[in-house]
């Protein structure tokens, strides 16, 4: 019996060694799983604004600036923040992987090409169907959701064992279910907004057997990986980083639509989602250096060891152009007949859904990650 708990503990404690992570312990608990206490500042941010609106509205007057404070301004103050410093400069991280690369640009030009026609659709679509943003935002919290199962599988190509298909589908299925059973019945019942604009939903999905279908899927996939957790716990080869991340990541994404306002709490889901992503693609970045695998100068110069900044801040550049460009639409909006929010979503669902694209090719290479 002693034996047998020594020999336990000893399991245990060879799987929380560096091995089983992607880079270090410190490293991933920093940007990959323990980063979630970020998803809380968008939030608090925006409740903190909220609460001060009385004092701000005072403090503008008394500056003579006649201009309203209220919950959007607060909101687009969430929005704008976020944006700037952390999901901006996530989304352009990706092309130093793949339009900026000139290797990625020469095996890769069909998606390249393709690529060119997203900001096309989404003028068309904010422009002519802007209710049908739901295409867009099932879009994102898919590709959220997807980093999460690519680092998943990354942490799986540590593992020394292989794992069966079935404990595989546990995990991913936990991990796409999570975030559908609150925001279904927002959708349901016509309780689903980002910021003023309520998201269309198609008529025949509004049954609550749709959201009792995708509750129970839910349901079964938490009890399952509990189950599963359970038993290699005992049999002393849990994943624990794995464990970790998977748990994590569905508790937040199972009560970030439980938020009032859904355009700031997904706002902290996207925080997360970025944060992770930066650390993960200057660190792969980082790798193909050391390998020889980056084809553009200046990327791969940002790519040195000791170059965090220049990397985070040339994206940060890359942000601010954009937001430069959002300026000028809403400067014109009156000629052009569009609202804010129209301003925002054509520039930053144009790039960022071109960034979705170009990730469904880089999700499927999680070997890039391993030295």
């Known amino acids: 019996m002693n034996s047998a708990y020594s020999l336990a503990v000893a399991s245990r404690a060879e799987v929380m060694s560096e091995g089983l992570w992607l880079r270090s312990r410190s490293w991933d608990l920093t ?5 979630a206490v970020i998803v809380a500042v968008p939030i608090l941010t925006f409740i903190f604004a909220n609460q001060a609106t009385p004092y701000i509205n005072s403090m503008l007057l008394a500056l003579g600036i006649k201009y309203v404070w209220d919950a959007d301004a607060s909101r687009n103050l969430v929005n704008g923040t976020i944006a700037l410093f952390i999901g ?5 991280a990706t092309y130093t992987r793949t339009a900026f690369d000139k290797n990625f640009s020469r095996e890769h030009k069909l998606l390249l090409a393709f690529s060119v026609l997203v900001p096309i659709a989404v003028i068309y679509m904010v422009v002519k169907h802007f209710q049908f943003l739901i295409i867009f935002f099932f879009w994102a919290s898919i590709h959220i959701l997807h980093q999460a199962a690519f680092i998943v599988e990354c942490y799986n190509k540590r593992a020394a064992r292989s794992l069966s298909w079935s404990s595989r589908m ?3 299925g936990l991990l796409f ?8 019945y927002k959708f349901i019942h016509e309780d689903f907004y980002i910021g003023a604009n309520k998201i269309f939903f198609p008529d025949f999905l509004k049954t609550d057997y749709i959201f009792y279908l995708i509750t129970a899927v839910f349901a079964a996939s938490a009890i399952l990986f509990t189950w599963k957790t359970i038993h290699e716990i005992r049999a002393g080869v849990a994943h624990y980083p794995k464990i970790i991340l998977i ?36 660190y792969i970045n980082r790798l193909r250096h050391q390998r020889g695998e980056i084809g553009t100068k200046f990327i791969d110069k940002m790519s040195e060891d000791g170059r965090t900044w220049y990397y985070y801040l040339f994206n940060v550049g890359l942000t601010a152009a954009a937001v430069s460009i959002i300026a000028l639409l809403i400067y014109f909006s009156p000629a052009l007949g569009l609202s804010f929010d129209q301003c925002y979503y054509i520039v930053v669902l144009s790039f960022l859904l071109m960034h979705y694209l170009h990730d469904h090719l880089l999700f499927t290479k999680p070997g890039e990650i391993l030295v």
């Open 31 to 35: 940007f990959i799983s323990l980063s």
């Open 88 to 92: 901006g400069p996530h989304m352009y």
């Open 170 to 172: 546990i995990d991913y």
């Open 177 to 184: 279910s999570a975030l559908y059973p609150i925001a279904t």
């Open 247 to 282: 748990s994590l990541t569905s508790l937040v994404a199972f009560f970030i639509p439980a938020f009032p306002n859904l355009d700031v709490a997904f706002q902290g889901f996207n925080a997360w989602h970025s944060f992770q992503y930066l650390g993960l693609t200057y």
